[in-house]
């Protein structure tokens, strides 16, 4: 008979309409191939080289106030700009459209050595208001309809400096992912009156075999349609489209789940875990989005060890995402570990 | 006046129909992020711990026979299996379907220290020939109805074995990249009567700008909507479903045009240059698809130099695939280079 811990087989994403192939057991097969190199794991409080550290001079100049908790700044090399001409390119088959847009760095605290799961509960709730701040800020913006905050965290997701940090990118289009994810969940909400995400996390919550971790108003799980080994979602129980709708409770209760996720991910292969997180919410074009429901993706590399990671290649870039464990094998991995941080707890 | 070669945009992938982000002058930020370690140059022609070469034991007991010229077999670890019985989750938002297919493997050579761009033409030839063969026979079976060849080239690409050789994997569903080819190939098809890359390749060879290399029936492109930094499009000039519809003639072309690029490829950044290479064609389903255009994309990594690769990572996996340097550039950098490999090339 089928069996999903067994089989290979496709899930559908309900976010995306997309298929992801999952073959169960496949990482079981040897592997003889690249290793990561581990990154260094002590670092100073403060470095005088890093150019984000309090009181530094950044690539252009610049010079860092001396910040206390969080501080944001415009990126020195914004891949998208406010002051591009409008304008396109449209001759048959080539379509190109000039795009508007802004890049923010968000520190996250002037600490050098430190990363979010090892950031207080209050430190972690400070960065949820400023992105709070910087999401009303920006996109109250005419110019700008979509505000993608995210963090890719470690070397091997081309984060350059070690500096916990996050950034902003947004832009007067909505793009692909997102764009992918209002078409789902608009269809959903026009047939059934209510957000995608709270019918399908009443579902979770009843089959229990995803859930990683629980709150009073938020939930973290592996989706049934994952696509990276330990992929998680964090979802807020109450329907709101967007992260200035959360009541002080709920901010509090997301940062709680963001340091209780992240210090079981450090635990998990007993290293500072890499990965790119983000956050996806309404797009910022003035218009309600009802179908929207906030939440929050949380992309790692890793699948083996500290060392071997997932290689999204060739079968996976020309035909179609591929997962070598189930998503509930990783639940159940992200479970049984403990919510103390390993660099603290007393052995 | 708005121009591509300056400001922000973003291009619409005639093929996917998906939008990519291009951000020119982007790669004159400062890199001090991850450095890819170099791979070993110097291999022996045959290594009695390699599970390829011809002769020795794989992981599973099964011994190589002793092979001249190219060497095909299930591959002992796959990700597809024939024997999945039928069957599916169906519980709201949680849907699954079991899914049926085979994985082979493609040595290239028995010379465990060449590469592609190291074969010669006939040898390249020889690999063609084989691909139209497995196609063929892969694709005639009634519970196969996608066949994607392939091959993971470096061990930053996750090719945990540097004995040239390829993959293909064949199943019963479509998967998502050719999907959305189709899709976009069939509307093309249907109003204008003429293939989709018919009409652009008519196109790219009036600009030039992004054209790498040609011969009387291929012609090798940076793609106007190309998402990796060095990306290319191989295209038959006339217009072909599917590989064996290829005249002898036409398949010399081809293996032509793979070695010269590959060559290309090499002396770029003077090191075995990674990518992930497949080709896309006609579903096995036994319709005709007169919509389809045989193609071959080549997706490789590397950005700057031989050691920094393009990361697509947060802002790429969460909203939308970026590029740092625009397809024009790349192209003037490919064309720029001999086609003579740098290891044999009279200094
Ligand atoms: O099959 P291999 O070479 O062991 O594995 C490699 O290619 C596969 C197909 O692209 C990927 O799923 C794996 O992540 C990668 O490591
Ligand atoms: O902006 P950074 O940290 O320099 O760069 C990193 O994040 C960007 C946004 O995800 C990516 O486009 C880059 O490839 C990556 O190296």
Known sequence: MFDTAQHSHRRLNALTGDWILVSPHRALRPWQGQ???PEAEQRPEYDPTCYLCPGNTRANGS????YASTFVFDNDFAALQLDVPAGGLHRGLLQAESETGLARVICFSPRHDLTLPEMSAAEIRNVVEVWTREYLEIGAREDINYVQIFENKGQIMGCSNPHPHGQIWAQ???????????VQQASYWKEHGRSLLTDYLVTELEEKTRVVLENEHFVVLVPFWATWPFETLLLPRRHVTSIEQLTDAEKDAFADALRRLT???????QLSFPYSAGL?????????????????HFYPPLLRSATVKKFMVGYEMLANP???????????RL????????KTAVK
């Open 35 to 37: 290793q990561e190199p």
């Open 335 to 342: 479970r049984a570990q403990s919510e103390e941080h390993y």
């Open 172 to 182: 007067g289009t909505v793009p692909v992912e997102p764009a992918k994810e209002s």
């Open 63 to 66: 010079v860092n106030p001396q």
């Open 280 to 296: 996806h919410q309404r797009p910022t074009d003035g218009e309600e989005h009802l179908e929207w429901h906030l939440h929050m």
């Open 263 to 269: 210090i079981r991910y450090d635990n998990l292969f």
């Open 322 to 332: 591929q997962r070598d464990v189930t998503p509930e094998w990783a639940a159940e």
